[in-house]
């Protein structure tokens, strides 16, 4: 089973920040979290991960709570094309198989 | 540098039939996942080869089996299809590794497999 609890649906304006939270209350010290999105029919498009700290790539920020479970991806300033089920994952840094949840679909609304 | 690659994409078999299917990761990389994606079910893990060795492997049946060759292309086929074996069946390609720094998983665009 995932160990992750994600809203199943957001809605979020265009042009304004998408934040996405993801619960991970029994995540262990070597789990990393880990977040994709699958644009209808596509393959899982990698976003980010993050260990304790929080992270910021080209893509999106990740914010990890202190105590490590609870996270938030934040698209800072969504647009159509960032429709998408986001996934929120954790996993073992050296372990490739991914457990997936049910997501998160994210609607951009013009 | 090129992404993971799956050939057919699309595929049409019938019950009972078998079927093969082919992912090339991206170059370099030395492990391959392979997932299969329903609307049911959503997205499961199937298997993981690691140099030509199964590492890590889902709750499939034996139906389903995989193998990695040593360019670290990898095939996985799936004997006596039944109605429900119709997905979306996912590659996904990484640096692999036993340790030191995380990496993330490269995911193809899917073969969509319809079983009649």
């Known amino acids: 089973d995932a160990k992750t609890t994600q809203p199943t649906s957001m809605d979020c304006a265009e042009g304004r920040a998408a934040n996405l939270p993801c619960n991970h209350s029994?995540?262990?010290?070597?789990?990393?979290v880990y977040w994709y999105r699958q644009i209808h029919s596509q393959g899982p498009q990698y976003i980010i991960h993050g260990l304790k700290n929080n992270e910021t790539n080209e893509m999106a920020s990740l914010i990890i709570t202190e105590d490590r479970k609870s996270s938030t991806l934040i698209l800072p300033h969504a647009t159509l094309r960032d429709t998408a089920v986001y996934y929120c994952?954790?996993?073992?840094?050296?372990?490739?198989?991914?457990?997936f949840g049910k997501g998160t679909r994210l609607h951009i609304l013009p | 540098k090129a992404g993971v690659t799956q050939t057919p994409r699309y595929l049409i078999k019938t019950r009972g039939q078998q079927v093969t299917l082919s992912c090339s990761p991206i170059s370099g990389h030395r492990s391959v996942s392979w997932y299969q994606q329903t609307p049911g079910q959503g997205l499961q893990f199937l298997f993981e080869?690691?140099?030509?060795?199964?590492?890590n492997k889902g709750n499939f049946p034996g139906r389903f089996s995989g193998r990695q060759f040593s360019n670290s292309r990898s095939e996985m086929n799936v004997s006596t299809l039944e109605l429900g074996d119709s997905a979306l069946y996912l590659c996904a390609s990484s640096p692999g590794g036993f340790g030191g720094t995380s990496y993330e998983q490269y995911f193809g665009p899917g073969t969509r497999l319809t079983v009649t």
């Open positions: 080869y690691f140099s030509e060795t199964q590492r």
């Open positions: 029994t995540i262990s010290g070597n789990e990393y």
């Open positions: 994952i954790v996993r073992v840094f050296s372990d490739d198989k991914i457990i």
